[in-house]
């Protein structure tokens, strides 16, 4: 019965939010970006912080005091369907997310996620996934921190899958700081329950962010493994 209600809730209240999105929409036409930011982070924030709730999701975050004051790419393992929302909702600041392009043919969501920043990605068309990264880079260089989740796709589970490179390029062109996330428990909510919606307790942990101001390309050849590699460690402490 909480799938049901949940995704009557979320239809119902995202068409609810068709007059906020036209006013976002203004906003951006006019070029009042940072005003269209604002906006769109109360309404889409307060809007998934209410999905959760409804769901039973209880996140427990530490690690925040990680976070640099500046843009920063955050480099997330990748569980289950409510990863986006849970970091969206916790991480303290305006981001968006590099998404894979299945999100970006959901009516509505797609506008909201585009005034967020975020970017969709085409893993079986090499040059788009390029442009895709392209424009991840080009947000952090504009202010707006971006998540990336470089296992490609959920685990499903507890394990930590292989992370793929590319999403790495995008630090290699901006320097910004890698900031690694570790979920732990999201496939609960869904993946563990045959997709039915179930409450579960989500732990969220902001690890110590790697400086990739002076790396040199050898190191970024091997940086996936040792972002991956501090995820794993905090998992298992």
């Known amino acids: 019965m909480r799938t049901v209600i949940w995704f009557l809730y979320f239809w119902v209240t995202l068409v609810g939010l068709v007059p906020a999105m036209l006013y976002a929409k203004r906003l951006n036409d006019a070029g009042k970006i940072i005003e269209r930011d604002d906006f769109v982070g109360r309404k889409v924030y307060g809007w998934m912080s209410a999905l959760l709730r409804l769901a039973g999701v209880t996140v427990e975050v530490t690690g925040k005091e990680n976070i640099p004051d500046t843009p920063v790419l955050f480099v997330s393992n990748h569980q289950g369907n409510f990863d986006i929302p849970i970091l969206l909702c916790n991480l303290d600041r305006p981001h968006g997310v590099v998404a894979k392009k299945e999100l970006q043919k959901l009516p509505f969501v797609r506008v909201w996620m585009k005034y967020l920043c975020c970017v969709f990605i085409d893993r079986d068309n090499p040059r788009r996934s390029a442009m895709a990264l392209q424009e991840a880079a080009q947000n952090l260089r504009d202010g707006h921190s971006m998540i990336i ?56 942990r902001i690890l110590p962010p790697v400086d990739t101001s002076a790396l040199s390309k050898e190191d970024f050849r091997t940086l996936e493994d040792e972002v991956r590699g501090r995820i794993v460690k905090a998992k298992s402490a």
Do not use: H
């Open 149 to 204: 989740f470089p296992e490609g796709t959920r685990s499903r589970g507890d394990q930590v899958g292989d992370f793929k490179a590319g999403g790495f390029k995008i630090a290699q062109k901006t320097r910004v700081p890698i900031v690694p996330v570790c979920i732990e428990g999201s496939y609960r909510v869904m993946e563990a329950n045959r997709m039915w919606i179930r409450p579960a307790v989500v732990r969220v």
